[in-house]
């Protein structure tokens, strides 16, 4: 059974910075693209970056990229996303995604003072 596990999410001030996880079991995520999208309440689910099987091609929403950096460590089954200089507007629940197929449960992210 595949199981995706968000982390690493939680309270912060504007121009603050968090790492998020994405952990899978069931699957081995360095054979795959993962994405990570974000949604927040009465938006629409948004891509905000993915990272390619290889691991040598990312990409980025043009929201964050600058600011986000996506990678993944094989040898802990794990794709990351590093959030630095964090903005009100990036309050979101956070899903990694495999194929669209899978997804994890989310991990809320709130960026306020």
């Known amino acids: 059974q595949v199981q995706l596990v968000e982390s690493g999410g939680g309270l912060v001030q504007p121009g603050g910075s968090l790492r998020l996880s994405c952990t899978a079991s069931?699957?081995?995520?360095?054979?795959?693209?993962v994405n990570w999208f974000r949604q927040s309440p009465g938006k629409e689910r948004e891509l905000v970056a993915g990272?390619?099987?290889?691991?040598?091609?990312?990409s980025y929403a043009d929201s964050v990229k600058g600011r986000f950096t996506i990678s993944r460590d094989n040898a802990k089954n794990t794709v990351y996303l590093q959030m630095n200089n964090l903005k009100p507007e990036d309050t979101a629940v956070y899903y990694c995604t495999v194929l669209t197929v899978y997804w994890g449960q989310g991990t809320q992210v709130t960026v306020s003072s």
């Open positions: 069931g699957l081995t995520l360095s054979k795959y693209l």
């Open positions: 990272i390619s099987s290889g691991g040598n091609s990312t």
